[in-house]
Structures are given as structure tokens and as C-alpha cells.
């Protein structure tokens, strides 16, 4: 039986672009087992995909704050025991970094990861044993897949398939009634201004679809309770683990989001989604390889409120 650890920590979209990995090898290999590094608090999103085995949660972004405390030094431990506890015949480092690259290390098995012309980080290359050139023009699910294809031995010759699956909620009456607004994002320069997103909530609320806005920090519930006083029917929900906001994505008539990882997770979930894409490109890092999904602006290139109601209408969700 075939033995593989992914290595993709995070952040969220990046998870989330390393599902189709996943998919691909269960597809070519129906009894391998895949076993799953990710970041502690994304071991749920993780836990979507039915054709991962294993999941190994780390806490580097805890232990960076506590370098020196016992606690880490101990969980650390545990997790090398973990590690060291399991022969792999493939470890696949996705992520490109030093720091997943140094997990890698800790794994027992060949390691592969992207070679220092298209790694993220030149000095992570090092530290593999096998490496691979994958352009770096392409697009994360695009290097993603080449890469373990790459690794394993095989031809990526199939759509994309995410594979995940989230338990719908909130429908009314059988119907999805409702629209999620995603319009947080850890850059300004991603943000799609507040007076386009009350344009967009009075025009759903018009054709009888509600809003939800969720949220993860003081700010970002802050800006969604700024919009939402604006319309008559929005609602602004309590701060949710990942896995009941990816159910509420699922249940949505639609998803309209900046470039942020909930917004990937829509669309990877199957749900209608517009993009919006105001401080990135797209061509890189934009909604790829779901069907109702649609990508509008570029770095630099606001999208105009008409153009979000046109496309909603040609994805029939408005």
C-alpha cells in the first residue's frame, strides 16, 4: 500500500488549492494512504476531504510566540515521535517554505518538494531529497498537482476536483435564500470599497435574497455591522469554527468574496462565486477549476458593481 504525507500548512486558500493533490492520488491509487500536515486550526477544513487517512496537526504559528516555553518544546517532541512513527514512501512538501520544508525533514520517508527555481523560499529546496521544477507562472492548483504528480509518477490529464464536502445549513423552504458576503481580507489593497458591498446587499435584498456577513476579527465584524445596518434583512452571525462556516458557504445561493481563503473554500465546495480580486492577480491565485465560479478585476482594478450583478445573473443566482 502506497504511503504518502502532504505537507501544506497553511494558510487557508492554500489549503484549500491542495485538495485537487489529494483527489489526484486517490483517483490513481484507490487504497493508498494519505496522511495530511496542516496547521491546528485547519485540521477541520482538512477533515472535508473523505480520501484523507491521517491528519497531523502543528502549531507553528503557536510555538513562533513561545519559542522557548516548555509547552512547545514538548509538543514539538510529540510531534517528532509522531513523525518518526510512520514510514512514507512519499512526503510532499506543496508549501515550498523553510518551515515546511524543516517538517518535512522531520518525516520519515523521500521527500520531495519544488526545486530552488520555483520554490517559494530558494533555501527550502536544500533540504529535500528529491526536487522538481514546476513553473512559477502557473497557478497554485496547477504547481500543486504537477508537483505530486511530479513525486508519484504520473500525468495530470483530469479537471481539477477538490472533493470535499460540507453539511448544508440555513435553507428556507427548501430553497437557498440567502447570499454570503465575504469582504475581509488581511490586505487593504484587496478590499473591494464598503458602498459597493450596500450597493450589491440593497440589490439581492430587491430580488428576495438576504445577507449574512461572518467575520474573524473586532475589525472585520465591525465592517460587516457597518454594512449590514444599511440593508433590511442582513445578518451579521456569531464568530464560528471553520467547519459551521464552511456549512453556511454550502448552503448559500451565493458567495461573493475578496481574495480570501473562505472565498476559495466556496468555490471548492461547488457553490456560485464571484471573485473579486482588487489587489491580486487572478492568473495566479484567483477561483480555479469549479464551475460556478467566476473571477473579476486584477491588481490594481476595482470591479464595477454592474459587472458583479451581471455576472450573479449569468451564474442564476440572482
Known amino acids: 500500500?502506497?504511503?504518502?504525507?502532504?505537507?501544506?500548512?497553511?494558510?487557508?486558500?492554500?489549503?484549500?488549492?491542495?485538495?485537487?493533490?489529494?483527489?489526484?492520488?486517490?483517483?490513481?491509487?484507490?487504497?493508498?494512504?494519505?496522511?495530511?500536515?496542516?496547521?491546528?486550526?485547519?485540521?477541520?477544513?482538512?477533515?472535508?476531504?473523505?480520501?484523507?487517512?491521517?491528519?497531523?496537526?502543528?502549531?507553528?504559528?503557536?510555538?513562533?510566540?513561545?519559542?522557548?516555553?516548555?509547552?512547545?518544546?514538548?509538543?514539538?517532541?510529540?510531534?517528532?515521535?509522531?513523525?518518526?512513527?510512520?514510514?512514507?514512501?512519499?512526503?510532499?512538501?506543496?508549501?515550498?517554505?523553510?518551515?515546511?520544508?524543516?517538517?518535512?525533514?522531520?518525516a520519515r520517508g523521500r521527500r520531495h518538494g519544488f526545486d530552488a527555481g520555483s520554490?517559494?523560499?530558494?533555501?527550502?529546496?536544500?533540504?529535500?531529497?528529491?526536487?522538481?521544477?514546476?513553473?512559477?507562472?502557473?497557478?497554485?492548483?496547477?504547481?500543486?498537482?504537477?508537483?505530486?504528480?511530479?513525486?508519484?509518477?504520473?500525468?495530470?490529464?483530469?479537471?481539477?476536483?477538490?472533493?470535499?464536502?460540507?453539511?448544508?445549513?440555513?435553507?428556507?423552504?427548501?430553497?437557498r435564500r440567502y447570499a454570503v458576503f465575504l469582504h475581509a481580507t488581511s490586505r487593504i489593497d484587496k478590499l473591494w470599497p464598503i458602498d459597493r458591498w450596500i450597493g450589491l446587499g440593497r440589490s439581492l435584498e430587491a430580488r428576495g435574497i438576504r445577507c449574512i456577513l461572518p467575520w474573524g476579527n473586532d475589525e472585520e465584524r465591525r465592517r460587516s455591522e457597518t454594512i449590514a445596518q444599511t440593508l433590511e434583512k442582513a445578518r451579521v452571525p456569531p464568530l464560528a469554527p471553520i467547519s459551521e462556516v464552511a456549512s453556511m458557504l454550502a448552503g448559500s445561493a451565493v458567495v461573493v468574496g475578496v481574495d480570501t481563503g473562505l472565498t476559495h473554500l466556496a468555490a471548492a465546495l461547488g457553490v456560485p462565486v464571484v471573485g473579486l480580486f482588487c489587489g491580486s492577480d487572478p492568473a495566479l491565485t484567483g477561483l480555479y477549476g469549479a464551475a460556478h465560479a467566476r473571477n473579476l478585476g486584477a491588481s490594481g482594478e476595482l470591479p464595477e458593481l454592474g459587472s458583479v450583478l451581471n455576472t450573479l445573473c449569468e451564474l442564476g443566482a440572482a
Open 119 to 175: 520554490s517559494r523560499e530558494g533555501l527550502a529546496a536544500r533540504t529535500y531529497d528529491v526536487r522538481h521544477h514546476v513553473a512559477r507562472n502557473l497557478h497554485a492548483v496547477i504547481r500543486n498537482r504537477m508537483l505530486a504528480a511530479s513525486a508519484l509518477g504520473y500525468r495530470v490529464d483530469t479537471p481539477a476536483e477538490f472533493g470535499i464536502r460540507a453539511a448544508a445549513v440555513e435553507r428556507e423552504g427548501g430553497q
Open 1 to 106: 500500500m502506497l504511503k504518502v504525507l502532504l505537507i501544506k500548512t497553511s494558510s487557508l486558500g492554500d489549503v484549500v488549492h491542495n485538495f485537487p493533490v489529494a483527489s489526484d492520488i486517490r483517483r490513481r491509487f484507490p487504497d493508498a494512504q494519505i496522511d495530511w500536515a496542516v496547521e491546528e486550526a485547519y485540521a477541520p477544513l482538512v477533515a472535508l476531504h473523505p480520501g484523507i487517512a491521517g491528519i497531523i496537526p502543528v502549531a507553528i504559528r503557536r510555538w513562533r510566540k513561545r519559542p522557548l516555553g516548555a509547552s512547545t518544546w514538548s509538543e514539538i517532541g510529540a510531534l517528532r515521535r509522531q513523525f518518526g512513527a510512520e514510514q512514507y514512501d512519499a512526503v510532499i512538501d506543496t508549501q515550498g517554505l523553510l518551515k515546511s520544508a524543516l517538517l518535512a525533514r522531520a
